[in-house]
């Protein structure tokens, strides 16, 4: 079925393939993307970090564009390309000059069925992901909040990073490498968004010139993981080297699907600022947040943030603080508290129920205004819900009123459905 | 859309020699300020090292008009963003906004510009989290490398050798009225820049701005151009131990092209060639792709108002340090003895003519380029021309820019990781 409304079009190919085309006329630049969905969440022990890996193989050559050549291909049109895994997805994409977007889809076709996963290519790019996990070690944030992960899920998949355990980087074969490629890369596992400078209806003609002809693969493996409900607070320490604490805490969240979501998004902008809600970041300082006000305004911590990402499964809200040098992580970790008491106690004002709408019209406008931007959120959105999650997304937030997110506060920030995570500094200046 | 040009940029001097630049595009309901003020760390005595940044850091946290807790409430109540930052001889300020609120994130910028008070204890709580910063530097592999390669790359006492955010000691004893004194010997109007574009009435911003910065006086003092640094002559190296980390960053580079040289455009296609094109270019292709040595080895060259640095980055494995050095300098070698190809000179230009219209879609882009055309001189009409100069640039032009420059034998090299 073809939905077609203004320069808009949705539709599904024979082969089960998703397409999106939305045009976009401000400049003369057009963005490609493929959507696949698998990611971490559809890994187990052995094979973390097998989706992300599969991402790198990509890049390493078909018959038709060997390695490099697709890279360079993109690059002598003025173009960007690159990859993205995460938990729910991965994605490619190449942003062009509207009049050379073919290229795009001249090699995202070929490369979802003819990526050669050359042995050779396979053991020079296991260094690379090695590398770029030990580079990621680099970062006590890091190593934190892969704890607090990992007490947060004990049974479903989101309870390990997208890069995966050392221990599978080490040991994962070509064959099971291969073999998660053809599971997963194929038109019904798939969505194809163009948005830019281009006619809607001709793009979905070149989008049927290029994939309509690849046969669907077989059902897809369902996830079939659910999370038990958290019944009592988690705590997690990272005994690491450095001279500077992290408290990081992680809530249970409701799914996307559930109307929660929403007031979630609007106690998450009171609490730690708008900039939280993935993928929209965009510059906005969280100053004026009340979470700013308890711990960093008060001298205890240097900064603190939140996070809060749309995904298939529920997943969690966070929050992340640098404690400063001469305070205590409990120092912080009690003010935080709280605050947290006080969200649950009293309603906030609709000032500030006004002003999280205001920011999040803002941030909507700023994130449709490329169209790698506009791309990102219209495939992103239909990885966890569909493209109307995004187009209602004001009107959604819009209805959510001062008790909504009371309510959403009490059960989200209980300590019972709370992780609480310790950075302590091994070396103390 | 047409490539911002002399037709569709308003420029107009103020009295007080602010310069300010309007383009108007109305493809979506926002608005960005983008400028600079002539003030940076090359004005701060080496033993004050962090001043001017922490001066820029400053402004925002208290004016005349409103507290630090008011500047930011008005701005996040509106989903727009302001900040101020200090570079080595300007510092900058940007802003962000749907284009109804433009006239309060002018207001903003202009009451920290032009009248800071230095809260003492904001003063107090701005210390507290540079430190906390500084710390967490001192344990960030790639940060330490960065800092320590500037150390080797540049004389003692040049602006570009010590690091703008400052060091423990230096930041430590920097006191309010330092502060204050700098702010008022050297923030000032002569030479200011503001560009703004988005969807906005190119006549009404022309009024707003110069409402809010017309009347403002201020020193108007010469300062000296940055000074010139000898080549390097030798190989200076310097390893920064930090026990206990995963992965090794490698800074590898020289003093570079300012933006004002010549043959800065030659420079910039050569480092193209060799960490940029593609993943990377050539240092991407041999130490990423067929040594599988790391996950980025990239070059950069930073072009500026000085002298600044040409240089690789890159993240290895502690035991693959010395080979993957080994491999940047053999490309760096490379590329000075032998002229780069005719296809691959032509797939860099085509790169960087084609990828144009990417760099100008959103308003932040355009604003940058608009910022630089001004601040170096290059004329309202250097987008136009951009593709022939780009297009003029020979295989030698871009061997003598690397034989300019660049040196296997002789550079500045700093590592930061884990001890061997």
Same mark, same amino acid.
């Given at each position: 079925?073809?939905?077609?409304t203004?320069?808009?079009?949705?539709?599904t190919l024979?082969n089960g393939l998703?397409? !999106?085309?939305?045009?976009?006329?401000? @400049?003369?630049?057009?963005s490609f993307? =493929?959507?696949? $969905?698998? /990611?971490s969440r *559809?890994?187990?022990?052995?094979i973390t970090?097998?989706?992300?890996?599969?991402?790198?193989?990509?890049?390493?050559?078909?018959?038709?564009?060997?390695k490099?050549a697709?890279d360079?291909?993109?690059?002598?049109?003025g173009?960007?390309?690159?990859?993205?895994?995460w938990?729910?997805?991965?994605?490619?994409?190449?942003?062009?000059?509207?009049?050379?977007?073919?290229?795009?889809l001249r090699?995202?076709?070929?490369?979802?069925?003819?990526? !050669?996963?050359d042995?050779?290519?396979? @053991?020079?790019?296991?260094?690379?992901? =090695?590398?770029e $996990?030990? /580079?990621?070690? *680099?970062?006590?944030e890091?190593?934190?909040?892969?704890?607090?992960?990992?007490?947060a899920f004990?049974?479903?998949?989101?309870?390990?990073?997208?890069?995966?355990?050392?221990c599978?980087?080490?040991?994962?074969?070509?064959?099971?490498l291969?073999?998660?490629?053809?599971?997963?890369?194929a038109?019904?596992?798939?969505l194809a968004?163009?948005?830019?400078?281009?006619?809607a209806?001709?793009?979905?003609?070149?989008?049927?010139r290029?994939?309509?002809?690849?046969?669907?693969?077989?059902?897809?493996?369902?996830v079939?993981?659910?999370?038990?409900?958290?019944?009592?607070?988690?705590?997690?320490?990272?005994?690491?080297?450095?001279?500077?604490?992290?408290?990081?805490?992680?809530?249970?969240?409701?799914?996307?699907?559930?109307?929660?979501?929403?007031?979630?998004i609007?106690?998450?902008?009171?609490?730690?600022?708008?900039?939280?809600?993935?993928?929209?970041?965009?510059g906005?300082?969280?100053?004026?947040s009340?979470?700013?006000?308890?711990?960093v305004?008060?001298?205890?911590?240097?900064?603190?943030?939140?996070?809060l990402?749309?995904?298939v499964?529920?997943f969690?809200?966070?929050?992340?603080?640098?404690?400063?040098?001469?305070?205590?992580?409990?120092?912080?970790?009690?003010?935080?508290?709280?605050?947290?008491?006080?969200?649950?106690a009293?309603?906030?004002?609709?000032?500030?129920?006004t002003?999280?709408?205001?920011?999040?019209?803002?941030?909507?406008?700023?994130?449709?205004?490329?169209?790698?931007?506009k791309?990102?959120?219209?495939?992103?959105?239909?990885?966890?819900?569909?493209?109307?999650?995004?187009?209602?997304?004001?009107?959604?937030?819009?209805?959510v009123t001062?008790?909504?997110?009371?309510?959403?506060?009490?059960?989200?920030?209980?300590?019972?459905?709370?992780?609480?995570?310790?950075?302590?500094?091994?070396?103390h200046? | 859309?047409?490539?911002?040009g002399?037709?569709?940029?308003?420029?107009?001097?103020?009295?007080?020699?602010?310069?300010?630049?309007?383009?108007?595009?109305?493809?979506?309901?926002?608005?960005?300020?983008?400028?600079?003020v002539?003030?940076?760390?090359?004005?701060?005595?080496?033993?004050?090292a962090?001043l001017?940044?922490?001066?820029a850091?400053?402004?925002?946290?208290?004016?005349?008009?409103?507290?630090?807790?008011q500047?930011y409430?008005e701005?996040?109540?509106?989903?727009?963003?302001?900040?101020?930052?200090?570079?080595?001889?300007?510092?900058?300020?940007?802003?962000?906004s749907?284009?109804?609120d433009?006239?309060?994130?002018?207001?903003?910028?202009?009451?920290?510009l032009r009248?800071?008070?230095?809260?003492?204890?904001?003063i107090?709580?701005?210390?507290?989290?540079?430190l906390?910063?500084?710390?967490?530097?001192?344990?960030?592999?790639?940060?330490?490398?960065a800092?320590?390669?500037?150390?080797?790359?540049?004389?003692?006492g040049h602006?570009?050798a010590?690091?703008?955010?400052?060091y423990?000691e230096?930041?430590?004893?920097?006191?309010r009225?330092?502060?204050?004194a700098?702010?008022?010997?050297?923030?000032?109007?002569?030479?200011?820049?503001?560009?703004v574009?988005?969807?906005?009435?190119?006549?009404?911003?022309l009024?707003?701005?110069?409402?809010?910065?017309?009347?403002w006086?201020?020193?108007?003092?010469?300062?000296?151009?940055?000074?010139?640094v000898?080549?390097?002559a030798?190989?200076?190296?310097?390893f920064?131990p930090?026990p206990?980390?995963?992965?090794?960053?490698?800074?590898?580079?020289?003093?570079?092209p300012?933006?004002?040289d010549?043959a800065?455009?030659?420079?910039?296609?050569c480092?193209?060639?060799?960490g940029?094109?593609?993943?990377?270019?050539?240092?991407?292709?041999?130490?990423?792709?067929?040594?599988?040595?790391?996950?980025?080895?990239?070059?950069r060259?930073d072009?500026?108002?000085?002298?600044?640095?040409?240089?690789?980055?890159?993240?290895?494995?502690?035991?693959?340090?010395?080979?993957?050095?080994?491999?940047?300098?053999?490309e760096?070698?490379?590329?000075?003895?032998?002229?780069?190809?005719?296809?691959?000179?032509?797939?860099?230009?085509?790169?960087?003519?084609?990828?144009?219209?990417?760099?100008?879609e959103?308003?932040?882009g355009?604003?940058?380029?608009?910022?630089?055309?001004?601040?170096?001189s290059?004329?309202?009409?250097?987008?136009q021309?951009?593709?022939g100069?780009?297009?003029?640039i020979?295989?030698?032009?871009?061997?003598?820019?690397?034989?300019?420059?660049?040196?296997?034998?002789?550079?500045?090299?700093?590592?930061?990781?884990?001890p061997?």
């Amino acid at each position: 079925m073809t939905k077609q409304t203004n320069g808009f079009i949705k539709t599904t190919l024979d082969n089960g393939l998703t397409v !999106l085309v939305k045009e976009m006329h401000a @400049a003369p630049v057009a963005s490609f993307w =493929i959507w696949y $969905r698998v /990611g971490s969440r *559809n890994e187990h022990t052995g094979i973390t970090g097998i989706s992300h890996w599969v991402e790198h193989m990509l890049f390493k050559g078909t018959p038709q564009f060997p390695k490099g050549a697709a890279d360079k291909a993109i690059a002598r049109e003025g173009g960007t390309f690159n990859g993205l895994t995460w938990y729910d997805f991965t994605t490619y994409f190449a942003t062009l000059p509207a009049s050379r977007i073919e290229l795009a889809l001249r090699i995202e076709a070929d490369r979802m069925c003819n990526a !050669l996963f050359d042995p050779d290519e396979v @053991a020079a790019e296991r260094t690379v992901i =090695i590398s770029e $996990r030990q /580079g990621a070690e *680099n970062d006590p944030e890091f190593l934190l909040g892969e704890e607090l992960l990992a007490a947060a899920f004990r049974v479903h998949p989101y309870g390990v990073e997208t890069l995966g355990h050392m221990c599978d980087l080490e040991t994962m074969t070509r064959e099971q490498l291969y073999t998660h490629y053809r599971t997963y890369y194929a038109p019904n596992n798939a969505l194809a968004v163009a948005v830019g400078d281009l006619d809607a209806d001709q793009m979905l003609q070149m989008i049927r010139r290029y994939f309509e002809a690849i046969p669907a693969g077989p059902p897809i493996p369902p996830v079939t993981a659910v999370e038990p409900p958290q019944k009592g607070e988690r705590r997690v320490t990272y005994e690491g080297e450095g001279n500077v604490a992290y408290l990081q805490v992680a809530f249970r969240a409701p799914s996307v699907h559930h109307p929660d979501f929403f007031a979630l998004i609007v106690l998450s902008a009171v609490l730690s600022g708008a900039s939280g809600l993935a993928f929209f970041g965009g510059g906005l300082t969280n100053h004026s947040s009340r979470l700013y006000k308890a711990l960093v305004a008060t001298e205890l911590a240097a900064d603190v943030s939140g996070s809060l990402a749309p995904t298939v499964d529920p997943f969690l809200y966070g929050i992340s603080a640098t404690v400063r040098p001469g305070h205590t992580l409990a120092e912080v970790e009690e003010a935080l508290e709280r605050e947290l008491e006080r969200a649950i106690a009293e309603p906030i004002t609709q000032e500030e129920l006004t002003k999280a709408i205001k920011q999040a019209k803002a941030q909507f406008a700023y994130s449709s205004e490329s169209v790698t931007g506009k791309a990102l959120w219209l495939g992103y959105s239909e990885i966890f819900a569909d493209y109307t999650w995004f187009e209602n997304y004001i009107a959604n937030l819009s209805g959510v009123t001062v008790e909504d997110v009371q309510r959403v506060a009490q059960t989200v920030l209980k300590r019972s459905n709370r992780t609480t995570g310790w950075y302590v500094p091994t070396n103390h200046a | 859309m047409s490539i911002p040009g002399p037709d569709d940029i308003t420029r107009q001097e103020l009295s007080n020699g602010i310069v300010i630049l309007v383009r108007e595009n109305h493809t979506s309901p926002s608005v960005v300020v983008s400028g600079l003020v002539h003030v940076g760390a090359a004005d701060e005595r080496p033993e004050q090292a962090g001043l001017a940044a922490f001066t820029a850091a400053a402004l925002m946290r208290g004016t005349a008009r409103r507290t630090f807790a008011q500047i930011y409430e008005e701005l996040e109540s509106v989903g727009a963003s302001a900040g101020i930052s200090t570079g080595t001889y300007s510092t900058g300020f940007a802003g962000k906004s749907l284009a109804e609120d433009l006239p309060l994130v002018l207001d903003i910028l202009s009451d920290a510009l032009r009248h800071p008070t230095f809260p003492p204890d904001e003063i107090e709580k701005l210390r507290g989290e540079i430190l906390t910063d500084l710390e967490e530097r001192a344990h960030d592999t790639a940060r330490m490398a960065a800092l320590t390669f500037h150390e080797l790359a540049y004389p003692a006492g040049h602006p570009y050798a010590r690091s703008l955010s400052g060091y423990i000691e230096t930041v430590s004893r920097i006191t309010r009225d330092d502060l204050a004194a700098f702010y008022s010997g050297r923030y000032g109007p002569a030479g200011m820049i503001v560009v703004v574009v988005g969807a906005v009435k190119t006549d009404e911003v022309l009024a707003q701005v110069e409402a809010a910065f017309g009347d403002w006086a201020g020193p108007t003092g010469e300062r000296a151009p940055l000074p010139d640094v000898p080549r390097i002559a030798e190989a200076r190296e310097r390893f920064v131990p930090i026990p206990g980390k995963t992965q090794s960053d490698i800074v590898l580079g020289y003093p570079g092209p300012p933006r004002t040289d010549p043959a800065f455009l030659d420079a910039a296609v050569c480092n193209t060639v060799l960490g940029v094109f593609g993943m990377m270019g050539r240092l991407g292709e041999k130490v990423r792709d067929e040594q599988g040595l790391a996950y980025y080895a990239y070059s950069r060259v930073d072009g500026g108002p000085g002298p600044g640095p040409w240089r690789v980055i890159a993240g290895v494995n502690p035991a693959n340090v010395a080979r993957a050095i080994a491999s940047i300098r053999a490309e760096i070698a490379r590329i000075c003895e032998e002229p780069v190809g005719e296809q691959e000179l032509a797939d860099n230009k085509a790169f960087l003519t084609g990828s144009l219209p990417l760099r100008l879609e959103t308003n932040e882009g355009v604003a940058q380029v608009i910022l630089d055309m001004e601040r170096y001189s290059l004329g309202l009409d250097y987008l136009q021309r951009y593709t022939g100069l780009i297009e003029a640039i020979t295989a030698e032009q871009v061997q003598a820019a690397a034989q300019r420059w660049l040196d296997p034998d002789a550079y500045a090299l700093a590592i930061a990781g884990p001890p061997a």
